[in-house]
């Protein structure tokens, strides 16, 4: 089992920065196999991946085509923790973003947070 604390989000308008942050119970950097990242969900769409990051020492990031060149996901180790950080935010990145924890074949969901993105 994995416990996910997610802290940021909130409101912002057009043009603003906010920071994700959530930090796994467990050791989830230590093996490439294992990955850790963010998910977002709009009202009305599916879930869909924003930005994950892997572990081991390649540290691979994947985003989604969306949020390149404004999203930036980084990684502590030490700390289990990962940091989303979000520039340039439009109002169609408004959604209820989810931590994700891939952990040897197995995936954990946080409870996510609310990001509102005023225009």
């Known amino acids: 089992q994995v416990q996910l604390v997610e802290s940021g989000g909130g409101l912002v308008q057009a043009g603003g920065a906010l920071r994700l942050s959530c930090a796994a119970s467990r050791n989830i950097f230590s093996s490439s196999s294992n990955a850790m990242g963010w998910y977002r969900q709009a009202p009305g769409n599916q879930r869909e991946l924003v930005a994950i990051?892997?572990?081991?020492?390649?540290?691979?990031?994947r985003y989604a085509e969306s949020v390149k060149g404004r999203f930036t996901i980084s990684r502590d180790s030490a700390a289990n923790t990962v940091i989303l950080q979000m520039n340039s935010l439009k109002p169609e990145d408004t959604g209820v973003y989810y931590c994700?924890?891939?952990?040897?074949?197995?995936?954990?969901w946080g409870k996510g947070t609310l990001v509102t993105v005023s225009s």
């Open positions: 990051i892997t572990g081991g020492r390649i540290n691979y990031a």
């Open positions: 994700k924890v891939a952990l040897y074949g197995m995936d954990y």
